[in-house]
């Protein structure tokens, strides 16, 4: 959104201060502008992040990263697979063939830290040129230029329930219910939403948006496209101990470990501070995918300890990323509305890039505003696919979005199988890679005895889940633990308990008077749910074991990720590209303009 607020803000003034466009209602104005944010502040949401920032440069011409708090240029950029020295991971024979080799013979690719570094980046990887950026840092800089033009409203705690549909329509906005209980019920203080009228509505929610979701139920999606790929990223920002030697501008990814399907990242910004975290993908098929454990034997591992012993945790935060690309792509305009970053499908997976990606399309569709605006032709569906919809088509999001498009269907049927699919596609351009279908959680998750068959016996599992259940606790401690994970050696300032995370890592804002925006749609499904797996990948430990089998919901720890939406391991009955759990709008979330 913010891409869109900064183009369109710079165009709806002269630089002498009078309107470039005039509002139709009060002509001495330019239109008016309202950006409604769900999260306390701007700057709350969760990233990397680090980007080429063509479209940031495009906007911020004389950009310099000593601008903007956090920031750095990218000096040294390394990829390196690491080896399991703890022998607790699910490797493929392929893997552990590769890892045999790698350390009998050491001269053909150098072990060190139990890590080989790739000798070579391929291009498609690379960010020449490009910025390391504290999300919440950046977006609180741009939305501070933004404000100052004195062109758009920018309403933080503000979450937005739903589209104002008339017809085939899009109006405007109701804003969320205030004063009710948890099921939405009208109590002491009741105000209803109020309806906000517009000729435009701008919808830019992000992953797990439910405006977007709206409109997709109401105008359905292009055929073929669905929304299956999707990854929960979980990061820290540390302060790096006194004598590091990473510089700022150090970019670091890994694969390989803790599991082979999970992603690493490490970003240096300036005075000894790095953003690091795993992404757990949606091809990973353990029905206990916890982000936060894996996060910690991550850190671990030799090859980043040696970094990261004696950091100290600053902030966490925890986000999913859809990852469908084109393919999910919603239908971008209509009558009344836009759709404009993640989830309107612009994030770019092979080359590990959304922000760029998602500022763009919002530029895009500003000039597209601005030349409407300037020629006085409403905001139809097919004004909008001509000055919008074509700019994206004929831009680099969408040229490089159609490479990226089938680059990661090989992790479908393994992770060797995956890397080679990508580098294939990277290297030729998106001509050549290899097939598989994205498939939804509730066909890929196996039940808890069938991942874990040879490996922990079913009377042990049944014995485990009662245990946890009795102490409403998550089963992936104990079965992690069973399968030769090490306990965490907590040190009170980086390894400490995810409710320690919690409470040291920002802060979780539920002010009272709003629904819960997480719900079980259908009780009876949970009951039925052998998996539960809503409750391992909850990255705040909001969700916990409840009475019958239905799980329970904790406001006050939800971080607002959308993990346990992606993640649900029962269909929805009605719709099979949807899940059994509802994630509705509503306010509140971490606190933490860091990450
Ligand atoms: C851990 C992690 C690491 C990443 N690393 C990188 C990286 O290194 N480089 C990179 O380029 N990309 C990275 N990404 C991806 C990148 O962050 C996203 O592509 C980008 O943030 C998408 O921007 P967006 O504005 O479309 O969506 P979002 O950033 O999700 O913003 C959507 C906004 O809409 C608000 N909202 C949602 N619903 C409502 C509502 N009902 N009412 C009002 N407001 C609402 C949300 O609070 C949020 O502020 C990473 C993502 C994660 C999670
Ligand atoms: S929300 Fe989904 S994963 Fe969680 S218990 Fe219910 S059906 Fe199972
Ligand atoms: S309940 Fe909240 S914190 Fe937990 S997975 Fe869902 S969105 Fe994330």
């Known amino acids: 959104m913010a891409g869109f607020l900064t183009e369109l803000s710079k165009g709806l ?27 306390d502040d701007i700057g709350f949401g969760v990233s990397g992040v680090v980007t080429r920032a063509r479209g940031l440069r495009a906007a911020f011409p004389d950009l310099e990263p000593k601008q903007i708090p956090m ?31 790698i350390r009998a013979f050491k001269g053909l690719a150098p072990l060190e830290h139990e890590a080989v570094e790739l000798p070579w980046t391929p291009p498609f990887l690379h960010k020449n040129d490009g910025l390391v950026l504290s999300m919440g840092q950046f977006m609180q800089w741009a939305g501070a230029q933004i404000q100052s033009t004195g062109t758009v409203q920018i309403w933080p705690g503000t979450p937005v329930a739903s589209p104002l549909l008339e017809r085939n329509q899009v109006v405007g906005v109701r804003l969320l219910d205030q004063g009710v209980d948890k099921q939405g019920l009208p109590g002491e203080g009741f105000m209803p939403g109020m309806d906000i009228r517009a000729a435009l509505t701008v919808v830019g929610d992000g992953p797990v948006g439910s405006i977007g979701q709206q409109l997709d139920e109401h105008f359905g999606v292009p055929q073929g496209h669905q929304s299956r790929d999707w990854a929960v990223g979980m990061k820290f920002v540390v302060d790096l101990p006194d004598d590091t030697r990473l510089k700022a501008g150090t970019v670091l990814h890994t694969f390989g470990f803790p599991e082979p399907e999970i992603f690493g990242f490490l970003y240096v910004h300036p005075d000894r501070i790095a953003s690091l975290g795993i992404f757990v993908p949606s ?3 353990s029905p206990v995918r916890t982000s936060y454990r894996y996060l910690q034997h991550w850190m671990l591992h030799p090859y980043l300890w040696r970094h990261l012993k004696g950091s100290k945790l600053r902030s966490w935060g925890a986000k999913t990323l859809g990852e469908s690309g084109l393919r999910g792509e919603p239908r971008l305009a209509g009558n009344g509305f836009a759709r404009i970053g993640e989830g309107s499908g612009s994030t770019n997976v092979l080359t590990g890039s959304g922000v760029d990606e998602a500022w763009t399309t919002g530029a895009q569709l500003a000039q597209a505003v601005l030349e409407l605006l300037k020629a006085g032709k409403p905001f139809s569906q097919e004004n909008l696919e001509q000055t919008y919809v074509k700019r994206r088509r004929s831009s680099w999001v969408e040229t490089e979005g159609r490479v990226a498009e089938k680059s990661r269907d090989g992790f479908q ?33 196996p039940t808890l005895e069938n991942y874990y068959r040879g490996r922990i016996p079913a009377e042990e599992i049944a014995r485990l889940r009662k245990e946890c259940a009795i102490k409403g606790v998550s089963l992936q401690g104990a079965l992690m633990h069973r399968c030769g994970w090490p306990s965490i050696p907590y040190d009170g300032q980086l390894l400490v308990s995810h409710q320690d995370a919690l409470l040291l890592g920002g802060k979780v804002q539920a002010p009272p008077g709003y629904a819960d925006h997480v719900a079980f749609l259908y009780p009876r499904l949970c009951a039925e749910c052998g998996v539960r797996i809503c409750i391992e990948v909850c990255s705040g430990q909001a969700i916990t074991p409840g009475d019958q089998g239905v799980p329970l919901f904790d406001r006050e720890k939800c971080v607002h990720c959308g993990a346990c939406y992606w993640n649900c391991s029962q269909a929805h009955p009605e719709n099979p590209e949807r899940m059994n759990i509802a994630f509705r709008s509503g306010t509140g979330g971490l606190h933490s303009a860091e990450n």
């Not at 003034?13 to 999260?39: F, H, I, K, W």
């Not at 920031?71 to 699910?90: C, F, H, M, N, Q």
């Open 13 to 39: 003034v002269n630089p002498d201060g009078t309107p470039a466009v005039r509002s139709s209602v009060l002509p001495d104005m330019p239109p008016q502008v309202l950006c409604y944010e769900r999260a």
């Open 71 to 101: 920031a750095a240029s990218v000096t040294e950029e390394k990829v390196a697979y690491l080896l399991d020295p703890i022998g607790a991971s699910r490797r493929s024979w392929a893997l552990r063939a590769t890892d045999a080799c």
């Open 283 to 285: 091809w990973f098929d």
């Open 413 to 445: 049927k393994g992770v060797v199988r995956g890397m080679i699919g990508m580098a294939l596609a990277g290297l030729t351009n998106g001509r050549l890679t290899l097939s598989g279908e994205p498939i939804p959680p509730y066909r890929r998750v």
